[in-house]
């Protein structure tokens, strides 16, 4: 997953919907300054994770509310 708007070292994403099917993943393909996720859902469906949510392997943590 690429975009958002990036301030300092935080990455803000949104998204109207998100679903991670079971047996699928989603990378956030983030620059190694980013350390920060933070998504953000505002759609009126349920949204699900039965999948992986995954960053590059430098370090970013992930927040989804």
Do not use: C, W, Y
């Not at 992986?52 to 430098?58: D, E, G, Q, R």
């Amino acid at each position: 997953m690429e975009g958002g708007t990036q301030a300092g070292n935080n990455l803000f994403q949104s998204f109207d919907r998100f679903l991670i099917n079971t047996n699928t993943e989603v990378n956030f393909n983030n620059s190694i300054q980013i350390k920060n996720i933070i998504a953000r859902v505002t759609g009126g469906e349920i949204s699900t994770i039965d999948g992986l949510l995954k960053t590059p392997p430098h370090g970013s943590d992930e927040l989804v509310r």
